[in-house]
């Protein structure tokens, strides 16, 4: 069974930084892409950066330059440094296991605020 445990997250001032943290069980980790993702209240999840197996990396223009992702095959367990936050990034951002139907992490609150 596959599960995604999610870690990180907080409340930071603009211009901080925070790193999320997603270990993943249950799946041969290497073999599949990672992603993360974040929901505003009243938007959409939307996609905010992604990982291949081969390490090949995507970001949403919003966050490019300032988000970071990228995995540890050996921890099974993916990673997103966020760098320069702004009060636009804060939602709740889930991690995401592109294996079969797809699993998602339980979600984490990031704040950004003064």
């Known amino acids: 069974q596959v599960q995604l445990v999610q870690s990180g997250g907080g409340l930071v001032q603009p211009g901080g930084s925070l790193r999320l943290s997603c270990a993943a069980s249950?799946?041969?980790?290497?073999?599949?892409?990672m992603g993360w993702y974040r929901q505003a209240p009243g938007k959409q999840r939307e996609l905010v950066a992604r990982?291949?197996?081969?390490?090949?990396?995507n970001y949403a223009d919003s966050v490019k330059g300032r988000f970071t992702i990228s995995r540890d095959n050996a921890k099974n367990t993916v990673y997103l440094q966020m760098d320069s936050l702004k009060p636009d990034d804060t939602a709740v951002y889930y991690c995401?296991?592109?294996?079969?139907?797809?699993?998602w992490g339980q979600g984490t609150q990031v704040t950004v605020s003064s």
């Open positions: 995401n296991q592109e294996l079969g139907p797809g699993y």
């Open positions: 990982i291949t197996r081969g390490r090949s990396t």
């Open positions: 249950g799946s041969v980790f290497s073999l599949y892409a």
